[in-house]
Each structure stands twice: as C-alpha cells, then as structure tokens.
C-alpha cells in the first residue's frame, strides 16, 4: 500500500496574555518577610509580580487570556475542537479549567482537558496539540498556561513566597499546510520529584515524607543544581537530533523560574542572553503561564517576527523538562 506523508500541520494563528492588576514589589515584601529588594533581585532577578485579587482564580487568568487573543486577533472561538489548560493551581480539579473555558466561550463542541506538569506544562500542552492536529483528528485547538500561585504560595516562607505570581497566556494552533513545530524534546527525572512539590491529599511521594496543606514547597539548592545541570544537556540533545545549532535560533525562552538560572544555561550552551526572552522581572515565576508571558511581552516591543525560530524550554515540578523548537508563523 502507497504511503502518503500527513498534509497537516500545526500553525499558530492567535495569541493572548493576561495578568491581573495589583502589583507585589520586593519593596512590598520588605514589609511581610526578613528580606529586602536587593537580596531578593540579586538571587532571582525579580522586582514584582501581579497577584490575583481575593476573588479571582485560574478560570479568571484563562478568560483574560483568551478575551485578549479575541481583540488582538479577531478570531472565531466557535468552531474550536479542543482545548488544553496547562496548569497546577485549578480552581476545582473537575471540572477543569479547560471545560470552564469551553463553558465561557460558548464554544459548542471540543473536548477539554487540564494538562499538569508543573513549569513545563505550556510547552508539554503544546506538544500534545501539535500530536493531535497532526493525527488529522483535530484541525483548531486553544492551548492556554494559566496559574494563580500566590493562593499557594506560603507567605511566611521568604525563601518561596519572594519567587511566586500570577497571570496566564493563550495561543491558538490550526492546521495548515506549513506548521510551526519543528522539533521536540521531553525529560522527566522523578525520582527527585519531592524537591518541589504542591500536596493535597499524600502524606508521602514515594515514601519521603511531604507536607499536605497545599502549599508550594521547594528545595531550591536542589532544584536549583538539576536545573543548570540537565536543560543544558537537554538543549544541545534536542538541537543535535534535529540537525540545529544555537545559531538557528533567534529567540530563547525559557521558564521564567530565576534569572540566575537562566543565566547559567546560556552560559553553558552559549546562547546570549541578548537572545533570551523572560518575564521574571515583571511577573516573578509563574510556573506554566511564564513562557507566554515572555512571548508577550516580546510582541508587545515588537523583538519577534514571522519566520523567527523560538526554542521554548520548561522545566520544573515533576521534576519535568519540556522543550520545542518553533517557527513563529504569526
């Protein structure tokens, strides 16, 4: 039997961001915690971050998110045929964050799903969307990083509540002839899993005891020595199986999670950080929207391009690497 090659691909057509309105600055923190604005930016390279109001959660990052790809783009919502929210703060675990989006768009018949992997949950909620409109089973999908840390955030905890904010991004991907999706790159490690986690319900993971109140915690030594020792080895593995340098990419950008540690992987891969593309300094570290929000705050100065090569890279709880290497097709 003759094989034909797949005639879909996965482009991105529509892109949103949303942050919410009130402002945490390390000055604000000076006043909660021992700390003061020099520590907390010399160790992370944050100034602020916005945080949800007492009655906004997740769902609300998501409509913002999507309400402002409507008015930037235009686009119609209706005939959408899934949708994935990446994200660990939920508001509810059922229904989902993205059967609240479904609900509030009115849009009559897609499927929906939550995708939770941490930091690297928008680029793993990617992946799975190109897989899907590349299987032919879909052609339009809404894929939206969406977080509200500060209601898990331990606010007694300097070492973790100096690091954490909200907001959320949307992008939308339809099938075309010429796709976005170049290459992809998955690693899990977690068997160290308990350096960073958020419980609710086990008093263990894998038997190391944890706490359960829901709160963030992190081991950031630990987390921080994985991190600037694997994405490196990640970053070259994934542009050596694809036939790619570091030349090939015009923008870097990955998870929003410590400018130190940002600065660390391009200095081990020798990616300039003139090419880097974060949101930590206006944002803090917003697990699954922080790629986004890096995207959006590029269009917005006008730095990205049609036909740009982004290498989008999370990594985080899990403890989970995601990467993808992506032609801008806006």
């Known amino acids: 039997m003759q094989q034909h090659p797949l005639q879909s691909h996965a482009a991105i057509t529509a892109f949103g961001a949303y942050v919410p309105d009130r402002i945490l600055s390390n000055n604000d923190l000076e006043q909660m915690v021992d700390t003061n604005d020099e520590w907390i930016f010399q160790r992370t390279g944050i100034k602020e971050r916005r945080i949800a109001a007492e009655e906004q959660f997740c769902s609300d990052m998501c409509f913002g998110a999507v309400r402002d790809l409507q008015l930037r783009y235009g686009v119609v919502l209706e005939d959408i045929d899934y949708v994935l929210v990446a994200t660990t703060t939920p508001d509810t675990y059922f229904p989902s964050m993205a059967a609240r989006v479904q609900a509030e768009f009115g849009i009559p018949a897609s499927g929906a799903a939550d995708i939770q992997a941490a930091c690297a949950g928008f680029v793993s909620a990617l992946q799975l969307a190109n897989g899907l409109i590349l299987s032919g089973a879909y052609r339009k999908i809404l894929v939206i990083g969406a977080e509200t840390l500060s209601k898990a955030t331990d606010y007694t905890d300097r070492?973790?509540?100096?690091?954490?904010?909200d907001g959320a991004g949307a992008m939308l991907l339809e099938r075309r002839e010429e796709g976005a999706f170049l290459a992809s790159y998955n690693l899990t490690n977690g068997s160290n899993g308990h350096n960073l986690y958020r419980s609710s319900l086990s008093p263990t993971i894998a038997g190391v005891p944890i706490q359960t109140n829901s709160l963030i915690v992190q081991n950031g030594r630990e987390v921080y020595r994985w991190a600037v020792t694997t994405v490196p080895k990640g970053i070259n593995a994934l542009l050596e199986r694809n036939g790619f340098t570091t030349e090939d990419i015009n923008w870097f950008v990955p998870h929003s999670a410590n400018m130190r540690i940002v600065e660390s992987i391009c200095e081990r891969t020798g990616i300039s950080l003139d090419q880097t593309l974060t949101s930590m300094q206006q944002y803090g570290n917003t697990s699954a929207a922080s790629i986004p929000l890096s995207i959006d705050l590029a269009l917005k100065e006008e730095r990205i391009k049609t036909g740009d090569t982004l290498l989008l890279y999370?990594?985080?709880?899990?403890?989970?690497?995601?990467?993808l290497l992506l032609r801008w097709t806006l």
């Open 159 to 165: 070492s973790t509540c100096i690091l954490f904010g």
């Open 314 to 323: 999370g990594f985080g709880g899990g403890l989970t690497e995601s990467a």
